[in-house]
């Protein structure tokens, strides 16, 4: 089974922090993405990585940053922690091959004071 | 825009089977259906997709209508740990997820 792990569980930073949410694949997968879920807004893609190195915004990058420089990693920046980022962030990974499922963490619920 | 339509909740008995609908009207050739699950405290979860026939494993079936307008996931024998929302999503290629509100499934001992 394809495991995506996801360093914390819950995280509370302070505005103007910068803060990193790091996330692991243990199945060479090439794309990688991450999400933020909001009640009454679902989920919404905030970059996605297709290779090393490579990254692309999703629907909601501003304030976001991301890298890339192993496979298996995909770290989330928050350049400068705001109270609207305030979230549950979602890790997930997708193989290649037309279609194919996303397995995605168990998240990391971040609270902003 | 999710672009697929899914009662907000539905209610089942423990043991009886669930049959969660899902509308896609404006499905395209190439889109696949993919359902996702999300249990409290927990990212989603892979359930199953299909094209046009269709689909079983282990966790669940997967009906697709002919037009391909509408699927129907299909729990065969609901347990309470079946309880958690149930996303419907249209799906191609590389690109992210996009997640509708789902349905709340909620399972009666």
């Known amino acids: 089974d394809v495991k995506v792990t996801q360093s914390s569980r819950y995280l509370v930073k302070r505005t103007g922090e910068k803060v990193f949410l790091e996330c692991v694949q243990d199945?060479?997968?090439?794309?990688m993405f991450w999400y933020r879920q909001d009640p009454g807004l679902g989920l919404r893609l905030i970059y996605f990585s297709y290779d090393v190195k490579m990254k692309e915004k999703g629907d909601i990058p501003e304030g976001y940053s991301v890298s890339r420089e192993k496979k298996e990693r995909f770290s989330l920046i928050l350049e400068s922690a705001s109270t609207n980022q305030t979230s549950m962030y979602l890790c997930a990974s997708l193989g290649d091959g037309f279609n194919q499922p996303q397995h995605f963490g168990d998240g990391t619920r971040l609270s902003i004071l | 825009d999710a672009k697929t339509t899914q009662p907000n909740s539905m209610e089942s008995n423990e043991e009886e089977p669930v049959h969660l609908p899902c509308n896609h009207s404006t499905i395209s050739g190439t889109d696949y259906i993919h359902w996702y699950r999300q249990l409290p405290s927990q990212g989603p979860e892979y359930v199953i997709h299909?094209?046009?026939s269709n689909v079983n494993n282990r966790m669940a079936s997967l009906a697709i209508a002919e037009d391909r307008k509408s699927s129907t996931l299909i729990l065969h024998r609901a347990t309470l740990r079946d309880a958690a929302v149930y996303y419907c999503i249209r799906s191609v290629g590389a690109d992210g997820l996009t997640f509708g509100k789902g349905t709340h499934l909620i399972i009666q001992p």
């Open positions: 199945m060479d997968h090439e794309n």
């Open positions: 299909g094209l046009t």
